[in-house]
């Protein structure tokens, strides 16, 4: 058995210990700072003499730390990686703040909770709305307020056993209940705070339907700080750029929409007149085909060209965009012209489309590859 001094004192960030066993990739000590993974909090990472930690894990009371080399002395210094402690402290905690609250608020239990890189999440079995999100956020910030003192009881006998606990636990060996008075009991194995105020905050930021749960994400302590510091910063620079506070920038916002839309409205009609005029200028009323090249023609305005020109005539329209590297081929079907068989040709030029008899489009990564198949169209149109 390692001794589990984080059981002792979850704030030593330092101690000796004495190694009684190397493994193949694993030292096993006669005590430990280092939390092995388990109960949904993840191992503590750290050094012993200065050599990486990079695991942990119990197997039978024995904890093993996984490092890619070994200490020379059988004497060594352990250090844990603090932040990624309090962190996981911080997390966690605010994890049985939250899951005592919504069972006693909303009767809805945890059943499922993960630590990831950014978010946390915990799935809860009921229905919970923005509104309720509300009410549980300054439920739980409630509870860091009153800086409630946790308590900690080890059992190992079921007779004795007479805890309120959230989830049914089978004591079939040595559990430790985690009481918050008032707020939550459940028998847990994790690194907590002494007191909830060490969880600083917490902060939930939405609520998502999973699987049939509610799936809830937030953040506690450091991890809520960092996110208010990112994004403070972010919405500084916003309202660097519009000349807002924090009070007009949404207005500033929908207002420059607004402007962009009318902006892009009065542009599209713009450009729709240049068309118009670039079809104007290159339609050859005397040629059996029609090519018409724009230096700018978004996309979405192929098939107006499509439309002007069959205002004007009935023929095969070979249209090139040099802004997009877009080439089409179209005609109403009343050609023998089959735009698809002619499209086949198109990768040995650099491009990749296709289409059908009536219509077939392609796109080029330059106007010089997306040129040359246009000459190359052009020939077999003049066969
Ligand atoms: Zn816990």
Partial sequence: MTK??????????????HIIETTENAVVLDQTIFFPVGGGQSADFG????IPVTDVKEKNGVIYHYMDSFPT?????????????LDGMQQHCGEHILSGIIKEAYDG?????????DFITIDIDTKIDQEMLIHIEDLANDVIYQNIELKFDYVDDDTEFDFPVRKDVTVDENIRIVTIPNVDCVACCGTHPHRTGEVGIIKLYKVEKNKGLSRIF???????????????????????????????????????????????????????KLIDQTI???????????????????????????????EVMNT?????????FKVMLSHDGSFDV??????????NYGGKGGGSQKVAQGIFESNESGMIFVDYIVGVLND
Wanted: glycine residues 2%.
């Fill in 4 to 17: 589990r001094l984080f059981d002792e004192d979850v704030y030593l960030r330092t101690c000796k210990a």
């Fill in 47 to 50: 050094y012993i003499d200065g």
């Fill in 73 to 85: 002395t059988k004497e060594v210094t352990l250090i844990i990686d603090w932040d990624k402690r």
């Fill in 109 to 117: 239990n945890n059943k499922g909770f993960h630590i990831g890189k």
């Fill in 218 to 272: 937030f953040k506690c302590g450091q991890r809520a700080l960092l996110d208010l510091r990112r994004k403070t910063d972010i919405v500084k620079t916003l309202n660097q750029e519009f000349s807002s506070d924090d009070t007009s920038i949404l207005e500033r916002f929908y207002a420059e929409k607004e402007k962009n839309e009318q902006l892009k409205k009065s542009y599209i009609e713009l450009n729709r």
């Fill in 280 to 310: 104007e200028e290159q339609l050859k009323k005397e040629k059996a085909y029609q090519l018409l090249i724009f230096d700018y023609l978004p996309s979405q305005d192929m098939n107006y060209v499509i439309k002007k020109v069959s």
């Fill in 316 to 324: 095969v329209l070979l249209v090139y965009s040099k802004s997009e």
């Fill in 338 to 347: 089959k735009c698809n068989e002619i499209f086949k040709e198109i990768k």
